[in-house]
């Protein structure tokens, strides 16, 4: 078993890696699922995040950030309070859904992988939200819309702060 | 012990199941897999409960998974006590409290409400509503895979039970791993994650790979765009796919199975975890299953989103924690897969098929389908089609029966239909009486893939599309390849600028060498597949692509820069609903008068032509027209 070392002074932060390291046992296969607990925790992953993992899995910071750039559903900025995924699957640009997407950068004045200014929102694509027949589709946070118009759009975003 | 145990627990699953079927009280169900909930399901199910308690009924709701027609979502059905189930289709929070107050409180099962009932053919009570197999999306199908979907409560082992589950896999223990084998080799499975390959070949390799230990995957990294079998096989009945799993970890010799599933299916995941918990209570996990003297257990690695990884040595690179690329074969993951160990790799349809042939034999799964592609195959039907949704259909089927019989055709005439989805084909009308199975497709120049099928009707570009299908397989390309790294690349280029009607004459030539040669030069499936959008609709739809290039008009009025909207002044009644949705202020006009729009100020967003009601009366008052045809129009 590896024990995993303070590296950093932050302790409020720190308990959290040692919380999400305490599942693992420290073998090179456990990476991906450490960064996706990484990110449920903290919405992204921060540069300190890859500092803390490289002692506990004893891989360089170099190898930690080429895994974790490889993968989409990886992110490395801060999220928005509201993470809104419009979906470009085949169904969706099929009906529309790059149109959706444009006004959504419209409307919020934010482009894809970018969060607004304000921090209410950050925008992503996504390939397939495996709701095809219902397309186009889109989610905000836990929520799914489908059948989506650009009309409807205005009111819906106005329901998120 | 064990064996006197399932009995037991079988008999207990039994009766907690007639219990369901013979309820003293109404049984209420909601379709409530991922794409129900997506429709509204969950308020349905708030509704249902809040009026079930303001009228102090009693009823037993029972979630369960996708039936397969999604046009018809959200669907709640009801069972009253000796009356067969009934569907209500398209059912939101008020219609469900409706339905519930009549039919629960008054006895009246709003007819004109129903879709269709379960009960028998000469079921008398069912006055007028046809059954719901009879139904013209549902008749031409059959159910295999998807048998239990949409009846049982996936989140119940004891459902599973009841309906024979667990029976393959007590088979093969009593058959033991040859057997299983020699089995499947009958039965004529071919893997159904898209190449076709014989599972049993796959198997007898694996099974004569020196090697302490073995590894069996269950790949559930469903990336196509477009399709969605798997996540609603898992998520209606996560059992089928984990006594597979086990059916084909004993067949192999493997202790240690893997299910890699995507992240972006989050509830198909609380499912699986669920049942695998149920699975290791009741004896089929875990040292000694069953008493057979075989173990097994399993764990869920998420995919972290790469497309790439659906391949199966960039799959096994990323259990192992790195960068999902694929590497030369041989040797193939049989013989050296993951952590070096001999791996079998099996799609989840391939691993939902498996219980059915242990359990009901080669000889009878071989009923379906035709010589060489026996059994059944799972679609997820979707795009300009009326009535899109998942289907299972025996292999053979032609796709004219697929997409005109079973989705009900296009609203608009129909022009091309997509199959195996990014790495498919793009077929044509000619090819509508094509059989749907391996060979077929793929003398066509598509491939069966995984079972998307995407149509399109006249409002599709076939350049766009192919645009868009290169664009997301070069995003996803995994860098390793350069043909399939810069190739890609390329291509897209050359495919935007003819959509912008910057396309020269030989750029079509250009994509066809450029198609050839990175296919030829890839590694992996993903890049030996791209360039087929790209080919097939340059072979079956070449003189749209011409008319893009040598006229700068897009037909199908999607390429934008080549396209212009317009008000038509006769059909306008000046409602200035378009007005007030245009974000630049291109159109103005005051009440009650035709509006104008100013194309120089449109940036083509097309939300007055969404908003715009009058097709109803007269067609569209708001056009999309290519702008080849404009200057025609104001020279008359």
Redesign the interface.
């Known amino acids: 078993m590896n024990t995993y070392e303070l590296v950093q002074e932050d302790v409020l932060c720190d308990n959290d890696y040692v919380n999400i390291f305490s599942a693992f046992k420290g073998?090179?296969?456990?990476?991906?699922?450490i960064?996706?607990r990484i990110q449920e925790r903290f919405g992204y992953i921060s540069e300190e995040a890859i500092k803390h993992i490289s002692p506990f899995l004893k891989i360089s910071e170099n190898q930690i950030f080429?895994?974790a750039s490889?993968?989409?559903?990886?992110r490395f900025s801060e999220p928005g309070r509201n993470s809104i995924k419009v979906c470009?699957?085949?169904?969706?640009?099929?009906?529309?859904g790059q149109?959706l997407c444009?006004?959504i950068e419209?409307e919020l004045d934010v482009s894809p992988g970018q969060t607004t200014e304000d921090k209410r929102f950050d925008l992503q694509r996504?390939?397939?939200?495996?709701?095809?027949?219902?397309?186009p589709?889109m989610q905000i946070n836990e929520d799914?819309?489908?059948r989506m118009?650009?009309?409807r759009l205005k009111q819906i975003l106005n329901e998120y702060n | 012990m064990n064996i006197i145990n399932l009995q037991k627990k079988i008999k207990k699953a039994q009766k907690k199941w007639d219990l369901l079927k013979t309820s003293k009280v109404p049984v209420i169900y909601l379709g409530a897999a991922s794409c129900g909930q997506a429709a509204g399901a969950m308020d349905v199910l708030e509704s249902v409960q809040k009026t079930l308690k303001e009228n102090r009924l009693e009823a037993k709701i029972v979630q369960v998974g996708c039936i397969g027609p999604c046009y018809l979502e959200p669907l709640m059905d009801i069972t009253l006590p000796g009356r067969p189930r009934i569907s209500y289709s398209n059912v939101g929070p008020k219609r469900a409290k409706n339905i519930i107050e009549s039919y629960l409180i008054k006895g009246d099962p709003r007819i004109k409400l129903a879709v269709g009932h379960f009960g028998d053919e000469n079921c008398d009570f069912t006055n007028g509503i046809p059954r719901f197999f009879d139904l013209p999306m549902l008749k031409p199908q059959v159910r295999v895979v998807l048998r239990n979907c949409g009846f049982i409560d996936p989140e119940e082992i004891d459902h599973y039970l009841a309906n024979e589950g667990y029976m393959g896999i007590m088979n093969a223990f009593r058959k033991g791993p040859e057997k299983v084998i020699a089995e499947v080799k009958e039965a004529g499975l071919r893997g159904r994650g898209g190449a076709g390959f014989p599972t049993y070949k796959k198997w007898e390799i694996c099974r004569n790979s020196p090697g302490k230990t073995k590894y069996m995957i269950c790949n559930a990294d469903e990336g196509d765009p477009g399709a969605f079998m798997n996540r609603s096989l898992i998520e209606g009945d996560p059992h089928a796919v984990l006594e597979g799993l086990l059916i084909a970890a004993y067949a192999i010799g493997a202790n240690q199975g893997y299910i890699y599933i995507r992240a972006e299916y989050p509830l198909a995941i609380i499912r699986l975890k669920k049942a695998i918990t149920q699975m290791r209570e009741y004896g089929f996990l875990g040292k000694n299953i069953q008493d057979s003297g075989f173990d097994f257990d399993i764990a869920i690695k998420e995919g972290a989103g790469a497309f790439v990884c659906g391949e199966e040595t960039a799959l096994i690179a990323s259990v192992e924690g790195e960068r999902g690329m694929p590497r030369s074969r041989p040797p193939f993951p049989a013989v050296a897969g993951l952590h070096g160990m001999p791996t079998i790799i099996n799609n989840v349809e391939t691993l939902g098929t498996l219980p059915n042939i242990l359990r009901n034999g080669a000889s009878w799964y071989k009923q379906y389908g035709v010589q060489g592609n026996y059994g059944t195959k799972t679609f997820s039907l979707v795009g300009k089609v009326r009535r899109p949704g998942l289907i299972e259909v025996p292999l053979g089927m032609t796709l004219r029966k697929i997409i005109f019989d079973i989705g009900g055709g296009s609203r608009k005439p129909f022009k091309a239909v997509q199959t195996g989805g990014p790495s498919g084909g793009c077929l044509s009308e000619e090819f509508l009486d094509t059989p749907i199975d391996y060979e077929s497709l793929g003398a066509a120049g598509s491939i069966m893939g995984s079972g998307g099928l995407i149509v399109m009707d006249e409002d599709t570009c076939v350049v766009d599309i192919a645009r868009y299908f290169l664009d997301f397989t070069q995003k996803e390309s995994c860098g390793k390849c350069s043909p399939c790294r810069v190739g890609t690349r390329h291509m897209v280029e050359i495919l935007e600028s003819i959509a912008k009607g910057q396309g020269q004459a030989n750029d079509l030539a250009k994509l066809q060498v450029l198609g050839e040669t990175v296919k030829r030069g890839s590694l992996c499936g993903l890049g030996q597949t791209a360039p087929n959008p790209v080919l097939t609709t340059l072979r079956y739809f070449r003189p749209e692509y011409l008319l893009h290039v040598t006229e700068k008009h897009c037909p199908a009025a999607v390429c934008r820069e080549l396209i212009e909207y317009r008000v038509v002044p006769e059909k306008c009644t000046g409602c200035q609903r378009c007005v007030s949705v245009c974000p630049t202020g291109a159109i103005i006009g005051p009440r009650a008068e035709p509006h104008n729009l100013d194309p120089s100020k449109c940036i083509k967003c097309r939300a007055c032509y969404e908003i715009c009601r009058f097709d109803a009366i007269a067609g569209d008052a708001i056009v999309i027209r290519s702008k080849r045809r404009i200057p025609d129009e104001q020279t008359k």
């Open positions: 073998e090179e296969g456990d990476l991906i699922p960064l996706q080429g895994v490889f993968y989409s559903q990886f470009l699957g085949t169904a969706c640009h099929v009906r529309g149109i444009e006004a419209r996504v390939a397939c939200l495996g709701c095809c027949a219902l397309a589709v799914i819309y489908s118009t650009v009309i």
